[in-house]
């Protein structure tokens, strides 16, 4: 056999052990995983012994939690903190379970919740515009703030103007136009920023604020301009 001829007897013993390489890697992995959850179960053992009760509720409101421990706790829990979340596992049915408890400001505000169409409808009553208007994990469209036109004040209308999640185009800006807040608007560095956008609304912007927006397509033409 040359040199650089394979060991067939090797081979064969490689191919024959590897499943149980893997067999024994993935129990390995699966010991480590147990081990790894037994001591941050400890951890937190420890860290809620120390703490007074409702120390030890705020802490466990901020960490990973389904529905039925939330229910377990129901009357202990801070709903103003469980509303912000991010580690829960939000859904329709999870929110309507306990939408007389929620903070509703909160959640409007929180970036986690599988925000939709049907979600933001199904509970119309309940949001704080306000609040929902800076969120930019909505599903924002031209169409979507039409839909619920009668729904946005002054102030949501301030938080749009900072919303750095909305669709930014000419054409959502000359729809709304009278109520952009221009501030704001102009400090925006998600605006598709470009000579033709600045000459449309030369007459709206604050152009101090404009003189500090990174995002305009700065050149020593458009200064002059």
Not at 59 to 88: C, H, M, T, V, Y
Not at 160 to 187: A, H, I
């Amino acid at each position: 056999m040359s040199e650089k001829e394979p060991d067939l007897n090797q081979l064969v013993n490689y191919g024959t052990s590897f499943p149980a390489q893997v067999q024994t890697a993935g129990r390995q992995l699966a010991i480590s995983a147990k081990l790894s959850q037994e001591l941050e179960r400890r951890r937190l053992v420890a860290i809620l012994k120390w703490t007074d009760h409702l120390e030890a509720v705020n802490f466990l409101s901020k960490r990973a939690l389904d529905g039925e421990l939330i229910q377990r706790f129901e009357e202990q829990w801070p709903w103003g903190w469980l509303s912000q979340n991010f580690n829960i596992p939000w859904s329709i049915e999870l929110i309507e379970r306990f939408e007389h408890r929620w903070s509703w400001e909160t959640l409007s505000k929180n970036t986690a919740l599988p925000w939709s169409l049907d979600l933001i409808e199904r509970f119309e009553h309940r949001w704080e515009w306000e609040k929902l208007s800076g969120n930019t994990k909505l599903p924002w469209s031209l169409d979507l703030i039409k839909r619920f036109e009668d729904r946005w004040g002054r102030l949501a209308w301030e938080n749009f103007s900072k919303n750095t999640g909305l669709p930014w185009s000419l054409d959502l800006m000359e729809s709304y136009e009278d109520r952009w807040s221009w501030q704001w608007v102009s400090e925006n560095t998600e605006l598709p920023w470009s000579l033709e956008l600045i000459e449309r609304f030369e007459h709206r912007w604050e152009w101090k604020k404009l003189s500090g927006n990174t995002k305009l397509p700065w050149s020593l033409d458009l200064i002059k301009r």
